[in-house]
């Protein structure tokens, strides 16, 4: 966090300028994957997810920074053992500090028996998405710190969890047209299989940082007094995300 602290000094305000143009989106979502470096390991499939996608201002980063160096600090002065030994790795920036997406998952990985599957998939959802009538959301967050597993080994998630009157109702219907597309390509699947591709509705979450060598439960009693500094970021969604290759595609929502 320290390195990040110096990124983002207190000088820095709303009349900075951004001296070096962003890239187009069309180029950070041609080329959002990093290439696999790993040559001898075999494809096992096509694989894809979808998802939405927030790339913060850079004032948005700044204030999500803050949000966690106070989270930190909050941590390392209570007086909690397995508080004082975390170490927040957010996720907005990378380690390098160059500004990375942050994600709200709506499925967990897919995985396609061929590209044809996987593009019978995509051709679905977008018919479905845009006969639902869904229209655009400004996404928006729960006032509290809520802590999740990882499936990896000895990593946990600090996450804002979504507005509960957004999950009960935009992304139910979300998660109704994604529900169908998936039927539609795996016809022979029970209910059960197709639920467990979706993400649970009930705990839509935007992961904001990752920290090592503990678990969610040992964490969770001690974080849901701490509240995250106001305002809490929010987005305008207008489109899905779907993962193909290394490419990403948008699916857009009824604008």
Known sequence: MDHIREDYSSSDSESD??????????????????????????????????????????LQRIHLTRVLVNFQ???SGSGIEVLKRLKLEPLHVSALGSPEPLH?????????????????????????LAASQLSPIDIAFEPRFQVLDSRFKDRVFLTLPVLS????????????VIWQSLREVWPNLNDKEIDE???????????????HGTRAKE????????????????????????D????????PLVT
């Open 73 to 75: 600090a909050q941590c």
């Open 165 to 176: 009157s957004q999950r009960s109702h935009w992304f139910k219907f979300v998660y109704q």
């Open 104 to 128: 709200v998952s709506l499925t967990r990985s897919l995985e396609f028996s061929d590209a044809m599957q996987r593009d019978r998939f995509q051709q679905s959802l977008s018919t479905r």
């Open 197 to 211: 591709m979706l993400c649970p509705a009930e705990s839509v979450h935007m992961s904001i940082a990752q920290t």
């Open 244 to 251: 193909k290759n290394r490419e990403c595609i948008k699916i």
């Open 17 to 58: 300028i951004e001296t070096v143009p962003e890239l187009p989106d069309a180029i950070l979502d041609k080329y959002h994957l990093t290439p696999s470096v790993n040559m001898n390991r075999a494809a096992t499939g096509f694989n894809s997810f979808v998802y939405l996608e927030w790339r913060p201002s850079k």
């Open 219 to 242: 964490l969770a009693v001690w974080i849901q007094p701490l509240e995250p500094l106001q305002p809490l970021p929010t987005w305008n969604v207008t489109h899905l995300k779907l």
